[in-house]
């Protein structure tokens, strides 16, 4: 069964940084394509990055480059995304997904960011 | 960056009805858009991939049509689980984009 569990949320201050994780099982996780993907509350969803099986090919939105940066570590099947100077506007539940928008799509549950002094 | 905007933003139907959704595109994106479906506390969950291919699991009664700038979802008759919000989301280009959604409530 393919599991991907996100964890790292909480509530952290404007200017603040955040390490959200997700674990991924069930598949071959060093060959997937990974991306993180936001809903604010009661919003529709955003694409935030991407990283490609071997982390040479990655992509953010302009929203978030400069601020937050994807990883992973396919050695532990995890995939990281490292959120600084964080903004309200941020706030949101955070979703790994892999294959995204291919007939190998899965997603997570999400975990919950919230920014807020 | 692909803008692509769905239509219309709320859509009222009955059960056994038919709903049309349409998704266009600010350019090209060949045939590589997706449509997602999402119900209230859960994750989305791809319905349709490459403008045509049911993903698994997806029901007979969803289709997929369209290329280039214009996509449609179509639900032939529509069951009481359908009522959700769908989004659309394409894989041409670098950012990957969502439309803003279209919901699907019950009339």
């Known amino acids: 069964e393919v599991r991907l569990v996100e964890s790292g949320g909480g509530l952290v201050k404007p200017g603040g940084s955040l390490r959200l994780s997700c674990a991924g099982s069930?598949?071959?996780?060093?060959?997937?394509?990974l991306n993180w993907i936001r809903q604010a509350p009661g919003k529709g969803l955003e694409w935030v990055s991407a990283?490609?099986?071997?982390?040479?090919?990655?992509y953010y939105s302009d929203s978030v480059r400069g601020r937050f940066t994807i990883s992973r570590d396919n050695a532990k099947s995890s995939l990281y995304l490292q959120m600084d100077s964080l903004r309200a506007e941020d706030t949101a539940v955070y979703y790994c997904?892999?294959?995204?928008?291919?007939?190998?799509?899965?997603w997570g549950q999400g975990t919950l960011v919230s920014v807020s002094s | 960056e692909i803008v692509l905007t769905q239509s219309p933003a709320t859509l009222s139907l009955s059960p056994g009805e038919r709903a049309t959704l349409t998704c266009r595109a600010s350019?090209?994106?060949?045939?590589?858009l997706a449509w997602y479906q999402q119900k209230p506390g859960h994750s989305p969950r791809l319905l349709i991939f490459?403008?045509?291919t049911r993903a698994t699991g997806t029901p007979a009664r969803f289709s997929g049509s369209g290329s280039g700038t214009d996509f449609t979802l179509t639900i032939s008759s529509l069951e009481p689980e359908d009522f959700a919000v769908y989004y659309c989301?394409?894989?041409?280009?670098?950012?990957?984009?969502f439309g803003q959604g279209t919901k699907l409530e019950i009339k």
């Open positions: 997904a892999k294959d995204l928008g291919l007939g190998r799509d899965f």
């Open positions: 069930g598949f071959t996780f060093s060959e997937a394509s």
């Open positions: 990283i490609n099986s071997n982390s040479y090919y990655i």
């Open positions: 350019q090209s994106v060949s045939r590589y």
């Open positions: 490459d403008t045509v």
């Open positions: 989301q394409q894989r041409s280009n670098w950012p990957r984009t």
